[in-house]
């Protein structure tokens, strides 16, 4: 077990000091114990945003690091139990372009609805690009083609608690071991089986990580005006917009709210643009 120093400690730290991925030098102690010298600089990370203690304040954000140098984030939702909320999906897939991580969308639990259902909520991210996966560790729908997804790389799994993750890697490579537990009947909510962030290694080749159920991700270091680069269906119109600082909101010669009345634009999608860019204008105006 290795410890952090007091000087690191003590340093004003905008990002995490340590996280799990991080590459670390470590002198050893005469009991066994070890210190972590020097921590290597990250190739990439799963980030979000640690807010102040009360009302969030950019001026005191911190960077919080989930997992760091990863090569890919899978992010999972369940059909049901919990019900998936595709507005934290499109937040997620914002976190993940900011980091520049290929992001993954595994939509579990499949067989607890009909296919076309599944496919009704998830098939819009296909056609923008990104690879989607139905699973069930239940039948076992999916499980061959996620292994495969996670074969070689450095992934991450997240998503809310009770989706399934720990019971997806119990599937994909039985005797992990894996605690999980069933949606509380209370709230409807996942209830936590994961306690902290672990790299697991794949017998194919390559680790996963294992993250706590995340409810929220507050973005990190993110301009309002940015919010569209991320997007990666609404990126390629901002350019053909009559004002540079187009918010795509209002204004007229909005080249992006035409491509939303042509269907070029999913609906859905458009308006968590608009609800992200919305709550980090306010953020912003707050500090400024």
Known sequence: ?????????????????????????????ADGTGVIEEVAERKSVLSRSRPSARDRDLSSDQEQVLVANIDQVVFVFAMKDPFPSLRKLDRFLVVA???????????????????????????????????????????????????????????VLAGSSGVGKSSLLNA???GLGLKVSEV??????????TRFAQLLALDGGGYVADTPGIRGLALYDLEPGEVDAYFREIAPFVADCRFSDCSHHHEPGCAVRAAVQRGDISPQRYESYLRLREEHQALDDAAY
């Not at 000091?17 to 590459?23: E, F, L, N, P, Y």
């Not at 290929?102 to 296909?126: G, Q, R």
């Open 1 to 29: 077990m290795a410890q952090l120093p007091g000087r690191l400690k003590k340093e004003w730290q905008e990002s995490s000091i340590v996280a799990v991925g991080d590459w670390v030098s470590v002198s050893l102690n």
């Open 172 to 174: 994909i490579q039985p």
């Open 184 to 193: 509380s009947n209370y709230s409807g909510k996942g209830t936590h089986t």
């Open 97 to 155: 372009e900011m980091n520049q991580l290929t992001a993954v969308v595994c939509a579990n639990k499949v067989d607890l609805v009909k296919p076309e259902k599944a496919h009704e909520l998830f098939d819009v991210y296909a056609q923008i690009g990104y690879q989607v996966i139905y699973t069930s560790a239940t039948t076992g729908a999916g499980i061959d083609e996620l292994r495969r997804c996670l074969q070689g790389k450095i992934s």
